[in-house]
């Protein structure tokens, strides 16, 4: 393992950036965080992580195989089993991903109320909605 220097972050084609990138994505520190617990079949994680539709937890879990954080198992039995789990490098993500759930259900609320109120200010956003995870939207003011 070789340390990149701190300023090199800023550069395009750095690994550090390009890492922050993938685990950046809107759903794989969800992924991964569910897969700590274990390994999961695909329809496990659909059910688990709320809102995410099959298809893009497809590509989600791609994008992670591809870049060595997680690992797809195919059983050889009748009908055909797949699940993916952490691989050894993916598991060095626990820790880090673990203190970032911990932040945001301490200041999650925090967060909320202040998307709410930057777009009252603002009138609302193009539809009247304030962003929530996965694209989810609720009307300014109200929580659903």
Known sequence: MTPVAASDVFLADCPTRLTLEVIGGTWAVVVLHALADGPQRHGELVARVGGV????????LRR???????ERHEYA??????????TELGRT?????AMLTRWARTYGADVVASQEA???RRGGDDDGTV???GGVGARSGTRR
Do not use: H, M
């Open 53 to 60: 539709s099959r298809k893009v937890l497809t590509q989600t």
């Open 64 to 70: 992670l195989q591809d870049s060595g954080l997680v």
């Open 77 to 86: 039995e009748f009908p055909p089993r797949v699940d993916y789990a952490l």
């Open 93 to 97: 993500l626990e820790e880090p991903i």
């Open 118 to 120: 930057s777009a009252a």
């Open 131 to 133: 962003t929530r995870p």
